[in-house]
């Protein structure tokens, strides 16, 4: 088993990174995968919390790179779901308590146990950043549709491309549909046409979302919610497979069915 | 009775030289040849020199050794020595009369100037992403986009063969000639020289197409390309 890195990255804050990963994470492990997410915001960790782990906490990323626990120690497994595991940030340091060798480090000894090591990457583009591009073997750009956040994205899109970790993938979070129809916020078509990167995948402004962050269980483990088979949908494709986009935005009755008709034949 | 010739063999010049000591030219050229055939793997496809010293040798002479070497797939490309008669006899089978000097040949070959005076220009394949700089002291051409929040500096004047959305600046030393081009013009902010302008906000279902912007009358102005004027 050699397991493939995935930090999980934005350069603005709060556009969902945090979210993405845990669900990401999950929902790659929900396929059977084995999976460790590890939170790269130290200072301000938060994947523990959104994953509902916060109370397991006894040693951390830091505790790790300074040698006082070993690798297995600092693992929480989550309980839900055969083989996922969390490595938390330390609260009390700041990011240049680890170094992007360290991180290199770090992942070259979980690869050889695990499918996946999913990277939450802290916003801004300082050490933090570097921290968790440095092992990264793909990049997934999380961004919002609002000019502030497409343009830290195109940065980000940039310096990736720097270090040669490129091609990103995109994925658009809290996207309002009907918002989109009016005209009044960037389409996934607008957003793909300006950063010119695959999108992986298109995740509705959803109540749901904060709801189950604060409940401490990712979205995706809720099978019924339309979110959840977005974040599953996106795990295919992360895994390489051709998964059809949903219809999120369209009604599944006979006027959107007329509406999806005519539209598609304007646009010849 | 054949006695045996010295022979010296050096490096030179990125190529083996070989010197042969007193002795009678054939007695030389069979201790020459044996030596070559016994250490057939060192010399194999090697070009060599050799150094003749003060004999005079007939063509026939540099012929037949030129011969026997290449039977062991060594070739003779240089004779040296200090006899006008070997030289020229040398010369006429095509063969080096000095050893080259690498340094000698470098110092003949400069390469040619392709830049026009004040005609530098740097051409950038790739989408110009936000935070991505180009300062330039002559022309800028892009094939790609240019992205907000990406900036060209420009001497000359500035090209971009996709859409233009960042900050672009022709003519940056102050010259009023300069223009900008692009096949979708919709920058932050386009400069030329010291005049600054701010494209209107582009109206939804305008038709989009390649423009030049250039200074009239103390304005900068953007056009229409038009291929027929």
């Given at each position: 088993m050699t397991a493939e890195v995935i930090t999980i990255t934005s350069g603005k804050g709060g556009v969902g990174k945090t979210t993405c990963a845990a669900n990401i994470g999950a929902a790659l492990a929900l396929t059977g995968d084995k999976v460790v997410c590890i939170d790269g915001d130290i200072g301000l960790r938060n994947l523990d919390v959104v994953l509902g782990l916060e109370n397991r906490i006894v040693y951390d990323l830091v505790d790790v790179v300074e040698g006082r626990c070993?690798?297995?120690?600092?693992?929480?497994?989550?309980k839900r779901i055969p083989e996922f595991y969390l490595i938390p940030a330390a609260q009390t340091r700041d990011k240049t308590a680890v170094s992007p060798n360290d991180m290199v480090e770090l992942c070259d000894r979980l690869r050889p146990d695990f499918d996946w090591v999913v990277i939450d990457c802290p916003a801004g583009i300082e050490r933090g950043f570097r921290n968790a591009m440095a092992p990264a073997d793909q990049v997934v750009v999380v961004t919002n549709p609002e000019i502030s956040a497409v343009r830290d994205a195109d940065r980000i899109i940039g310096l990736i491309e720097a270090e040669e970790k490129g091609p990103a993938k995109l994925i658009l979070n809290r996207v309002n549909f009907d918002m989109v129809?009016?005209?009044?916020?960037?389409?996934?078509?607008?957003?793909?046409?300006?950063?010119?990167?695959?999108?992986i995948g298109v995740l509705p402004d959803d109540e749901q979302v904060l709801v189950s962050s604060n409940q401490g269980i990712p979205v995706v483990f809720n099978e019924k919610s339309k979110i959840s088979k977005a974040f599953r949908n996106i795990a295919g494709r992360i895994k390489g497979e051709e998964v059809p986009f949903l219809n999120l935005e369209e009604r599944n009755d006979l006027l959107g069915a007329l509406g999806r008709i005519f539209r598609g034949s304007n646009a010849k | 009775m054949m006695s045996k010739v010295q022979?010296?063999?050096?490096?030179?010049?990125?190529?083996?030289?070989?010197?042969?000591?007193?002795?009678k030219w054939q007695d030389a050229e069979n201790s020459l040849i044996e030596r070559v055939n016994s250490q057939s793997g060192f010399f194999k496809g090697a070009k060599i020199v050799v150094d003749v010293g003060n004999r005079e040798l007939s063509a026939f002479e540099l012929g037949a050794l030129r011969d026997h070497l290449a039977?062991?797939?060594?070739?003779?490309?240089t004779v040296i020595s200090t006899v006008e008669r070997t030289k020229e006899n040398a010369r006429r089978f095509g063969?080096?009369?000095?050893?080259?000097?690498s340094q000698s040949n470098l110092k003949k070959i400069t390469p040619l100037s392709t830049e026009f005076e004040g005609e530098a220009a740097v051409m950038i394949h790739r989408t110009m992403r936000s935070g991505f700089r180009i300062a330039h002291p002559g022309h800028v051409t892009v094939i790609g986009d240019v992205n907000p929040g990406a900036e060209i500096i420009a001497g000359g004047n500035i090209v971009i063969w996709g859409r233009l959305r960042g900050l672009v600046h022709a003519g940056a030393d102050g010259n009023y000639d300069s223009t900008v081009c692009a096949l979708?013009?919709?920058?932050?902010?386009?400069r030329i020289a010291d005049k600054i302008a701010v494209p209107p906000k582009r109206k939804k279902g305008e038709k989009v197409r390649p423009e030049i912007a250039m200074i009239i009358n103390e304005q900068v102005v953007a056009e229409t390309w038009n291929y027929k004027k």
């Open positions: 070993r690798l297995r120690q600092a693992m929480i497994k989550d129809k009016r005209g009044d916020m960037l389409s996934g078509d607008d957003v793909v046409d300006l950063l010119a990167i695959e999108l | 022979i010296e063999i050096k490096g030179v010049q990125n190529s083996l030289m070989v010197v042969l000591g007193e002795g039977d062991l797939e060594v070739t003779l490309g063969l080096a009369t000095r050893i080259p000097s979708d013009m919709n920058p932050t902010q386009l």
